[in-house]
Every structure is written in structure tokens, then in C-alpha cells.
């Protein structure tokens, strides 16, 4: 046990240049390459736009066929670069963002929850969500999360309350965007 803590140690902490779980330069693309895949989605602005739309169906759509409402708008408004993802991009340029939660005061039950997938699977597909995310079902626990192409996550979650919660992927700012040379890309982004 100590043996392999220590290996562990060694390779953490060797002089390749690179933390344990960040990929390696070898396997990284070059700065350019990097800028140049961000520059083919949309701005951040625009990639939140987009989200909030799905939010509010999603809401919408829950509160008309199950019942949820009274849904309260949490301001989160958190964000964090993409060091992990995009190595070689500055972090002003690009960034994740976390919308604000929508939270409403009553549960989905668990009767209810095949119709709330279905309903987070039909309005995220609408919008480019389609890759199955974390699923948890824990009676009254539930979670259910899809992802899109750019790793954008939306997520669905109950237990004494209802959750809508939205990541984004990473996304370059506006004035990155602008400054690279890329047109708006409102458009490459379905829903």
C-alpha cells in the first residue's frame, strides 16, 4: 500500500511537465488548432442565449403536464475556464458557465418520473441534447442529465424539491471570438 502510494507520488510529481489526470503535451492539440475548434462554436453569449431558451421549455413543459410549479429563478451565474479541455487557450478567452438554477418548492414523484425523462429527452433533444449524462434513481432521489456536442450538460433533479440546472460547455467570449475572426455561429446550434 505505501509502495504504491509512493509510485503514485512519483508519477504525480514527475518532471514530464503535466498533472495526473490533465492530458499530456503530446497527446494535446496545438494552441491554434485549440482556438480554431472554439472559434467554430458558438460565443459563450450566445451558447447561454441558447441554453436559457431550454431552461424555460423545459419549465414550462414540466409545469403543464406534471404539475411543477412555483419555480423560483436561483441566480448562479458561476464560471470557470477550460483548462482541462482546451489547454492552450487562455482562460479569458474561453470559459464554462453554470445558468442560474430553476428550483421549484414541490417534487417530481416517483410515479411521475418516466414522464419527466421523457420530457427532458424530447425538449433536450430539440436543442442538442441527445448523449445520455448521470442518471441516479434513489427513491425520492432522482437525477437525470443529458449532454450535447460540446459537453454542454442539462440536468434534472428531485427529492424534496425540483431541479433545473444547465452547464455549458466551453465556450470562447464574445470579444475572443470577435478578436480570432469568428463570425457569430447563432445558427449551429439546434432548438
Known amino acids: 500500500m505505501i509502495m504504491a502510494a509512493g ?48 431552461r424555460h421549455a ?35 478567452d474561453a470559459v464554462r458557465m ?6 421549484a418548492p414541490k417534487p417530481v414523484t416517483g410515479e411521475q418520473w418516466p414522464a419527466a425523462t421523457r420530457i427532458v429527452t424530447e425538449v433536450g433533444a430539440a436543442h442538442g441534447f441527445d448523449k445520455p449524462g448521470l442518471q441516479v434513481s434513489k427513491p425520492p432521489a432522482f437525477e437525470f442529465e443529458l449532454k450535447d456536442q460540446y459537453q454542454a450538460s442539462v440536468t434534472l433533479s428531485t427529492d424534496k424539491t425540483t431541479v433545473i440546472s444547465i452547464e455549458t460547455g466551453c465556450h470562447l467570449t464574445t470579444a475572443a471570438k470577435q478578436s480570432a475572426g469568428g463570425a457569430p455561429a447563432s445558427g449551429t446550434m439546434r432548438g
Open 58 to 92: 423545459l419549465q414550462a413543459r414540466l409545469s403543464a403536464e406534471l404539475g411543477v410549479t412555483g419555480w423560483v429563478d436561483k441566480q448562479d451565474g458561476r464560471q470557470s475556464g477550460c483548462a482541462n479541455d482546451f489547454p492552450g487557450v487562455d482562460s479569458r
Open 7 to 54: 509510485l503514485l507520488l512519483v508519477a504525480a510529481c514527475s518532471d514530464s511537465g503535466q498533472y495526473v489526470g490533465t492530458p499530456s503535451s503530446e497527446k494535446s492539440m496545438p494552441s491554434q488548432d485549440q482556438y480554431a475548434e472554439l472559434s467554430r462554436r458558438p460565443s459563450i453569449d450566445e451558447a447561454v442565449a441558447h441554453y436559457d431558451r431550454l
Open 98 to 103: 453554470f445558468l442560474s438554477f430553476l428550483i
